[in-house]
């Protein structure tokens, strides 16, 4: 399985903030069956204006506890990039990173709330247009996506895929209207993979995918779970 949205890089964001915790966090994922994990942590100027450079760096840390703690788990470069009016100015200075850097898919992520002055459906199109194709993080937890249920069909057409949290799937996540429209794009066949979105290595974000893979498998059949925890993430990584 293939974790393409995971906190897992150490003091860069919200997440862990200790080695060890992000060496907590790889356990987890090793032993639950994980082989690949996509560390998209957050650029969000002005409150984490990560480079890549600095990403980098931190990457590189995060592959050196895998070399020392010999675990079977490979982790690539990638970022969840936040998209509104005072962010779109890095598509132009290469300033959001794709997967792995060298790929074409982008995680992009949305504001909770709308702010008046911020165009999503505008912003995705740049960056098509771009080149990239945009992988939107959790749209079950934007409320005004809630609000407007063809923005996810719209932003399919046009293209984008739509990553679910692995919380949101098993009724989980905090935010009860985000397990609701989670099963709701389930049922509509509007989801094209599922991440777990970890923060540390305890419930209930964990690193893991198993339990949702068997979810998926009994309730939508074992070809979608693997569609969605295997094929498209080994797409969205790819080169």
């Known amino acids: 399985m293939i974790d393409v949205h995971c906190h897992i890089l150490y003091r860069v964001d919200d997440a862990s903030q200790r080695s060890t915790e992000s060496l907590d966090m790889l356990k987890v994922a090793a032993a639950d069956g994980v082989k690949v994990i996509a560390a998209t942590s957050h650029i969000k100027p002005p409150m984490y204006e990560n480079t890549k450079a600095d990403l980098q760096h931190a990457l590189e840390n995060v592959q050196a506890l895998i070399e020392a703690n010999h675990l079977d788990i490979e982790v690539i470069l990638g970022a969840e990039n936040f998209l509104n009016h005072k962010s779109m100015h890095l598509l132009d200075e290469d300033g959001f990173v794709t997967y792995g850097d060298y790929g074409k898919y982008m995680l992009v992520e949305f504001a909770w709330t709308k702010n008046a002055m911020d165009k999503p459906t505008s912003y995705l199109q740049r960056i098509i247009d771009k080149g990239f194709i945009p992988v939107v993080a959790h749209p ?65 974000r964990l690193p893991k995918l198993s339990d949702v893979y068997v979810y998926i498998s009994k309730h939508y059949g074992e070809e979608k779970a693997k569609s969605y925890l295997i094929d498209v993430p080994q797409q969205i990584i790819s080169k």
């Not at 989801?191 to 777990?196: E, F, G, L």
Request: aromatic share 10%.
């Open 140 to 204: 079950e937890r934007y409320q005004w996506v809630h609000e407007d249920y063809e923005l996810v069909r719209l932003w399919r057409k046009m293209g984008c895929l739509m990553q679910v949290n692995r919380t949101s799937v098993l009724q989980l996540d905090k935010m009860q209207k985000a397990n609701e429209f989670a099963t709701r794009l389930l049922e509509d066949d509007l989801v094209d993979c599922i991440a777990t979105d970890s923060h540390a290595p305890y419930a209930p």
